[in-house]
Structure formats: structure tokens, C-alpha cells
T-cell receptor, first 112, second 114 residues
Framework: AQSVTQLGSHVSVSEGALVLLRCNYS??????LFWYVQYPNQGLQLLLK??????LVKGINGFEAEFKKSETSFHLTKPSAHMSDAAEYFC??????????FGQGTELSVKP | EPEVTQTPSHQVTQMGQEVILRCVPI?????FYWYRQILGQKVEFLVS????????KSEIFDDQFSVERPDGSNFTLKIRSTKLEDSAMYFC????????????FGPGTRLLVL
């Protein structure tokens, strides 16, 4: 069975600071991993995805994530937070496509 | 840019009533999904649909739920007799193909069952 754990339901950073959102997964097969972002009153938007190619994946809005098989992690980072990054972030896993299994989400707040 | 749309954005219904949530997937997409998110909980997979039939469903998707693609554009989720615990945000998603095509999500329908 596959599962995703996001450490920290809420993360607060200052504008310009590093953003680090943690995601650990469990999968019996090589996983495909995703980060989605949800702005208020909007749907889920794909930030980036890992599909067994390069382990460092670059996404939109300056975000990137690194797949670390030994740590079963896929943490999301951004070097410098912007006020517009405030949103809820979801990590998800799928078994080579198909249904997405989501983590519980991390709400990111950015302080001026 | 093409997007997935959902109607209505909000729906309030009485327990035991039938509701139909509507979605218009992106036009050239072939795979369709419904997910739901109960307030404060994870986004959960309900069902996937391909080639006019259900390809996978979760334990949540019991006999009270059904999906349909009645024409070439709409994809609907019907709940036959709503329960209080069906109150949630329901998301529709679509993707162009498999195995790892991106799933594009609609803005959701917030369902409140009283």
C-alpha cells in the first residue's frame, strides 16, 4: 500500500527565507511523486512531479524537490519565500499513474 | 489555458436527498477522476473513469455513488441519498493519458448536507 506523510500541518517563514516542506512516502513499487499547491478558493495546481528521471525536479514559481530513495523523502524547497507563496501544499504519490494518494497538507504562511 | 470547471461551487442539501455534481474536463483528456476532502482531512480518491467505465474506485465509493459521462463534455458524480458525512469539498480532475500524465483539478464543489 502507498502512503504519504507530511511533517507539519503549518509552516511559517519570513519573506525571503528558505521554504522547506517535508514529505515522506511509503511505496512497494517505484513511486511517482507530486507536489500540488492550493490557493484559497481554487483547485489543486501541480507544482512539480517526479517520474523516475532526474532526482532533482524543478517546478513552477521557483520551487524544487529532491527524490531521495534512501530516505523515502521528497521534500519541497524554495530558496526565498514570497508573500504570494502563502497557500496549502499537498504531497501525493501514485503507483505509475492513476489515482493520487495525498498527504494531509501543509499550510504555508509567509510573514512580511 | 484550458481548465477543468465544476458546478455548482457550493451546494446545500437535506440528508437523504440526491445531488449531482458536475464537471467539464479539459476537452482532449481521456481520464477522469473524483476526489473529496472532508474539512480538516486529506484529499481522498473516490473514483477514476476511462473509456466510459470505472477503472478504479475506493472503499468510499459505495452504491450510493455513481459517475457518468452523459455527453462528450460533462462528467458527473451522483450521490443518491446524501448523509451528513458526505459533507466535503469534491474535486474533479482529468488527465490526457497514462501512466504519468498530470491530473488537472477543478476548483471544487463544496457540499453541505444538513
Amino acid at each position: 500500500a502507498q502512503s504519504v506523510t507530511q511533517l507539519g500541518s503549518h509552516v511559517s517563514v519570513s519573506e525571503g527565507a528558505l521554504v522547506l516542506l517535508r514529505c515522506n512516502y511509503s511505496s512497494s513499487v517505484p513511486p511517482y511523486l507530486f507536489w500540488y499547491v492550493q490557493y484559497p478558493n481554487q483547485g489543486l495546481q501541480l507544482l512539480l512531479k517526479y517520474t523516475s528521471a532526474a532526482t532533482l525536479v524543478k517546478g513552477i514559481n521557483g520551487f524544487e524537490a529532491e527524490f531521495k530513495k534512501s530516505e523515502t523523502s521528497f521534500h519541497l524547497t524554495k530558496p526565498s519565500a514570497h508573500m504570494s507563496d502563502a497557500a496549502e501544499y499537498f504531497c501525493a504519490v501514485s503507483k505509475q499513474g492513476g489515482k493520487l494518494i495525498f498527504g494531509q497538507g501543509t499550510e504555508l504562511s509567509v510573514k512580511p | 489555458e484550458p481548465e477543468v470547471t465544476q458546478t455548482p461551487s457550493h451546494q446545500v442539501t437535506q440528508m437523504g436527498q440526491e445531488v449531482i455534481l458536475r464537471c467539464v474536463p479539459i476537452s482532449n483528456h481521456l481520464y477522469f477522476y473524483w476526489y473529496r476532502q472532508i474539512l480538516g482531512q486529506k484529499v481522498e480518491f473516490l473514483v477514476s473513469f476511462y473509456n466510459n467505465e470505472i477503472s478504479e474506485k475506493s472503499e468510499i465509493f459505495d452504491d450510493q455513488f455513481s459517475v457518468e459521462r452523459p455527453d462528450g463534455s460533462n462528467f458527473t458524480l451522483k450521490i443518491r441519498s446524501t448523509k451528513l458525512e458526505d459533507s466535503a469539498m469534491y474535486f474533479c480532475a482529468s488527465s490526457e493519458g497514462r501512466p504519468v500524465e498530470t491530473q488537472y483539478f477543478g476548483p471544487g464543489t463544496r457540499l453541505l448536507v444538513l
